[in-house]
């Protein structure tokens, strides 16, 4: 499957791997072109086809006063400046029905949180915004399941949909990653595997979802073993002092290390594939 609406990426290429990443959330435009110029100066290098990740605001919080958003127009905008600057693609997810439209204006991909991926109003306000729709898979779903979050997608006349795995819920206060769903949900649609929502620690005493950063590597490293068609990954100067999600975020300092080891599994399983 071709998600060809998006500019520069050929999701289609089996010989290379795709890349969402960037900020859990945009705290400010500054920031996000920072981020967003170390990534695309890292993707050009490597050959890796990218699209810059961003939430416009977060709605899933654990606490009243969490971090949600500089503004949702104003957040957008800066979607938008990234864009136009770097010549790449954006994503952002949407929480409501009207987020669809008014995210659409700005961005190529609307992305499905994982706990909103059953909320069959939303998938279809997004599908029928005739954007790519990204569909993570609920830490609550089986694998199996998501074929029909791509169904209502596909039954609004939108086929450009993809799923992203982020883990299935493990006890109370971890993810668990089963690799055995990346070839099963291939079946339905192209495959992102996220790697560093996949490491929360979620519904910690204090309020806040802790993380395994220490793991990103080896999550990642199984993805492209067991096939994903792209990775995501949020990465940020300074997880330690991010407004979200920064105990599971990639300093990206480390992403081109990363994204290098990355690409020699998959020249390796290419060259066994031959």
Same mark, same amino acid.
């Given at each position: ?12 290429? @089996? ?11 945009i705290e400010g435009e500054e920031m996000a072109l920072k981020i967003a110029e170390k990534v695309v100066s890292i993707t050009d290098?490597?050959? &890796?086809?990218? %699209? ?7 709605? #899933? ?5 969490? =971090? ?16 136009? !600057?770097?010549?790449?693609?954006? %994503? ?5 029905? =009207? ?14 949180? +994982? ?5 069959? *109003?939303? /998938? %279809?306000?997004? +599908?029928?915004?005739?954007? /790519?729709? #990204? ?9 199996? @399941? ?10 609004? $006349? ?5 799923? !992203?795995?982020? $883990? !299935?819920?493990? $006890?109370?206060? *971890?993810?668990?990653?089963? =690799? ?14 996220? /790697? ?9 005493? @204090?309020?806040? !979802?802790?993380?395994?950063? *220490? ?8 993805? &492209?073993?067991?096939?994903?068609? $792209? ?9 330690? #002092?991010?407004?979200? *999600? ?29």
């Amino acid at each position: 499957m071709k998600l060809n609406k998006i500019p520069q990426i050929k999701y289609a290429d @089996s010989n290379q791997f795709f890349l969402l990443a960037g900020p859990c959330a945009i705290e400010g435009e500054e920031m996000a072109l920072k981020i967003a110029e170390k990534v695309v100066s890292i993707t050009d290098k490597l050959g &890796i086809p990218y %699209v810059f990740k961003g939430s416009f605001k977060k709605a #899933n919080r654990s606490r009243l006063d969490s =971090f949600t958003g500089i503004g949702d127009e104003k957040a957008l905008k800066i979607l938008e400046k990234v864009s136009q !600057t770097f010549k790449v693609p954006t %994503v952002t997810d949407i929480h409501e029905v =009207f987020d669809a439209e008014m995210a659409a204006a700005y961005v190529d991909v609307l992305q499905i949180p +994982a706990f909103l991926v059953r909320q069959t *109003d939303l /998938v %279809v306000a997004a +599908a029928k915004t005739g954007k /790519v729709i #990204n569909l993570k898979k609920g830490q609550f779903m089986s694998p199996e @399941s998501m074929q029909h979050a791509v169904k209502k997608v596909q039954e609004t $006349g939108n086929n450009q949909v993809m799923l !992203t795995d982020r $883990g !299935t819920m493990f $006890g109370y206060q *971890d993810m668990i990653v089963d =690799f055995r769903g990346i070839p099963t949900m291939k079946q339905f649609a192209p495959v992102v595997l996220d /790697v560093t929502h996949s490491l929360q620690q979620p519904n910690q005493l @204090s309020g806040v !979802t802790g993380g395994r950063p *220490d793991m990103i590597e080896t999550i990642a490293r199984a993805g &492209i073993a067991a096939g994903v068609d $792209g990775i995501f990954i949020e990465t940020h100067f300074d997880p330690t #002092n991010a407004k979200s *999600d920064g105990a599971n975020m990639l300093n990206i300092n480390y992403l081109e290390n990363l994204l290098k080891n990355l690409k020699q599994i998959k020249e390796t399983i290419n060259y066994i594939n031959q």
